[in-house]
């Protein structure tokens, strides 16, 4: 099965940077996704890792490394309208595959 | 593209009435997620179509539950009958074959079961 792990909350500053981790127990996947999600609001694809290394979009930036079944969403230069809840999810590489499993997501919370 | 297209937005009904939410997912997607969000339970897949064909139901959480994909345009979820542990957001996805891990919700339902 999977297990995704992220932190239940995040508080940063306007302006900062911050990194949303996310560990996970899985036999095998395909790759490691970004979802955001607006109080009220629907959840949203940020970016797709199908590979170790760094993807950048913008202002964010996301990581897998899957020796260390680990990987991160970095997000710079922190605005207000990133307080949103952000969640990771893979897809296994087997019967199940094409299912995303989501982690329970991490509440970012931007202060001024 | 509207993206994914869900009604009712808001239901509230009494427990034991049956319930019905809609979804037309985005034109050309051929897969088609159900999950359902609660603040227990987070998000879970509930049942997912490919060419209007469901393909895994084991996260129906029961027969109340049952879903239907009569043409790659519209699919429904339906509770019958309701009860309060039903309420909860429910979203429908859509996604492309070669896209798997990049789905497109939509807006949701907010179902409320007193």
């Known amino acids: 099965g999977q297990s995704l792990e992220q932190p239940s909350e995040v508080t940063a500053v306007e302006g900062a940077i911050v990194q949303i981790n996310c560990t996970y127990q899985?036999?095998?996947?395909?790759?490691l996704s970004w979802y955001q999600q607006h109080d009220g609001g629907a959840p949203t694809f940020l970016s797709y890792?199908?590979?170790?290394g760094l993807e950048e979009t913008g202002r964010f930036s996301s990581f897998l490394s899957r020796s260390d079944s680990y990987g991160y969403l970095l997000l710079q230069e922190l605005q207000m309208k990133d307080s949103a809840s952000y969640f990771c999810a893979v897809r296994p590489d087997n019967n199940a595959g094409n299912m995303l499993t989501f982690g329970g997501g991490t509440r970012l919370m931007v202060k001024p | 593209d509207a993206g994914v297209i869900q009604s009712p937005r808001h239901e509230v009904t009494e427990m034991g009435q049956e319930v019905t939410l809609r979804c037309k997912p985005i034109?050309?997607?051929?897969?088609l997620f159900w999950y359902r969000q609660t603040m227990m339970r987070g998000l879970e897949l509930l049942i997912y179509f490919n060419n209007n064909v469901p393909i895994d139901d084991s996260g129906m959480p029961e027969d109340r539950f049952s879903a239907k994909m009569p043409n790659a345009s519209f699919s429904t979820l339906k509770i019958q009958p309701s009860e309060p542990r039903d309420s909860a957001v429910y979203f429908c996805?859509?996604?492309?074959?070669?896209?798997?891990?990049?789905?497109?919700f939509g807006p949701g339902t907010r179902l409320t079961v007193t």
């Open positions: 034109s050309g997607h051929d897969y």
């Open positions: 890792n199908a590979l170790d």
């Open positions: 996805a859509s996604s492309l074959p070669a896209k798997r891990n990049e789905q497109y």
């Open positions: 899985t036999s095998g996947f395909y790759g």
